[in-house]
């Protein structure tokens, strides 16, 4: 068996101690979702630079909203699921595993998926603002300050954290609300995908 070396150790005592102390946690997940965001905003910009033809005719901004809508994407997918199995079938918020009031309950987990969310609000707001009016009016700057206070909140004092997730279950809709502008803007509007989608959408909303 291969010795792991010893600055490997020290490097994971320390993120044992620090990053994933549970008292370091909200501060490691909201870095975490700064970076992921990033990450997406590259892989959506990179993946349609070479597989979507449309890309490269598209305005200056318009590329900037379209891999902005990535970050979106991927932060809606990672939410709802997360939200999901919190909702209805983690222990976490079960009445009958657990004693103590709902309201108070949460998990190192369940509070490092809200500080994901709480990265990405900062991170969009930011851009919002950076290109402020092209990728959203003053309610989209609205929008995003009071969601982000709020799952700062829940997540900074571990309270109606189960109440938060209930509401980010509405992610479901943002990738087909996504996908509806994407289909817009490569001039797919009056295609069968854009119908499809629109009854998604329409449906997804109902179940959220």
């Not at 970050?71 to 595993?97: E, G, K, M, P, R």
């Not at 509070?111 to 990405?120: E, I």
Request: charged fraction near 10%; proline fraction near 2%; glycine fraction near 8%.
């Amino acid at each position: 068996m291969t010795a792991v070396p010893k600055h490997t150790v020290m490097a994971l005592m320390l993120v044992r101690k620090y990053l994933l102390a549970d008292s370091f946690i909200p501060y490691t997940s909201i870095l975490v979702g700064i970076l992921a965001c990033k990450v997406a905003y590259d892989l959506t910009q990179s993946i349609s630079s070479f597989h979507i033809k449309t890309y490269g005719g598209l305005t200056k901004i318009q590329r900037v909203e379209w891999n902005n809508r990535g970050i979106s994407t991927i932060h809606a997918i990672f939410v709802s699921a997360l939200s999901l199995y919190f909702v209805f079938w983690s222990d976490l918020f079960s009445d009958q595993h657990l004693a103590g009031l709902v309201v108070f309950r949460s998990s190192p987990l369940s509070t490092f998926g809200l500080g994901v969310s709480v990265g990405y609000f900062l991170s969009d707001l930011g851009m919002i603002l950076w290109l402020y009016p092209s990728l959203g009016g003053i309610e989209y700057v609205i929008h995003h300050s009071f969601s982000g206070i709020a799952v700062a909140y829940t997540m900074f004092t571990g309270e109606s954290q189960l109440y938060t997730y209930m509401l980010l279950i509405s992610e479901l809709t943002t990738p087909e609300i996504n996908l509806r502008w994407y289909l817009d803007t490569a001039g797919m509007k009056k295609s069968n995908a854009y119908l499809i989608n629109g009854v998604v959408i329409f449906f997804a909303w109902l179940v959220s």
